[in-house]
């Protein structure tokens, strides 16, 4: 069993309060989007107050979220701790309950990964996973979960994992939906920050994986999950996705009233 490493920091720390706030995150999300059929999608993985509205619009604008019985969920390692690409096989606590993993479906995408590792380590103090998933249980809690920590987040470690998801889900006929999770822009001035993240969204909404991935290399943009993010374009692609929709675009000044040093949040789907 995976313990909770955020709780009481990036979300409440008790079942009450974390589902009193992520209900107000979906109301707030409902007056600006609406449910479609998409494969993947980007959520952001802030504190609550600052980008929780953005990841309840990515859950909700998602209508196989609802009925799903598989969320593959690929995020940066912050920490970097443990291996390359890592996968956790254990099932996650929650204040709000246990998520079970679906083993079944990440024993599968190991034997058609080359980078894609099993350990725990990566996982263990990692927030961009956990602070997902109330959002899914708030729409499907029956769902499993595969998560993945991309620590390696070039373009050949984000097509092996959308690779292996894709095989796996082939080969289990399991109905799946993939999140990435990532923040756009970090610590910049928000006109920087829209400026360059508007930039990246092009290849992203664009479906231009090298594209994207050969920009920020060049640009230095400090997306922190791109990696993550390019394995859920893969993914999409794969699937038969032809462009990304963005959804919303904030930023932390919103929250705080500082615009002068911001963390940049997207909501982006790749509808079916």
Not at 14 to 31: H, M, P, Q, T
Not at 61 to 89: D, F, Q
Not at 167 to 190: L, M
Request: hydrophobic content about 35%; proline content about 5%; aromatic content about 8%.
């Amino acid at each position: 069993m995976r313990s909770p490493a955020v709780a009481g920091m990036f979300y409440p720390g008790n079942k009450e309060d974390i589902e009193e706030l992520v209900g107000k995150c979906f109301s707030e999300a409902e007056k600006k989007v609406d449910p479609v059929s998409a494969y993947s999608g980007i959520s952001p993985h802030a504190g609550y107050p600052y980008s929780g509205v953005s990841a309840a619009a990515t859950f909700l604008s998602i209508k196989e979220i609802r009925e799903t019985e598989t969320v593959v969920i690929a995020g940066p390692n912050h920490t970097g701790a443990g291996e390359l690409v890592a996968l956790s096989t254990e099932n996650w606590e929650l204040p709000t309950g246990v998520v079970e993993n679906d083993r079944e479906f990440g024993e599968k995408m190991l034997e058609k990964a080359d980078f894609l590792k099993p350990d725990e380590t990566a996982h263990g103090a990692e927030h961009s996973i956990e602070v997902q998933l109330p959002f899914l249980q708030h729409l499907n809690p029956g769902a499993k979960l595969v998560p993945v920590c991309m620590r390696g987040q070039g373009l050949e470690e984000a097509r092996d994992v959308a690779d292996a998801v894709v095989g796996a889900e082939k080969e289990i006929g399991r109905k799946t939906v993939f999140i990435a999770s990532s923040d756009f822009s970090h610590y910049v001035p928000a006109e920087q920050a829209e400026k360059e993240d508007h930039l990246a969204m092009e290849y992203i909404l664009g479906l231009d994986t090298e594209g994207f991935q050969e920009e920020n290399r060049k640009k230095g943009w400090s997306i922190c999950g791109y990696g993550a993010i390019s394995a859920a374009m893969l993914y999409a692609k794969a699937k038969g996705s032809k462009k990304g929709l963005e959804l919303m675009y904030t930023n932390s000044g919103e929250t705080m009233g500082d615009y002068s040093q911001v963390v940049a949040y997207a909501s982006i789907i790749f509808p079916r």
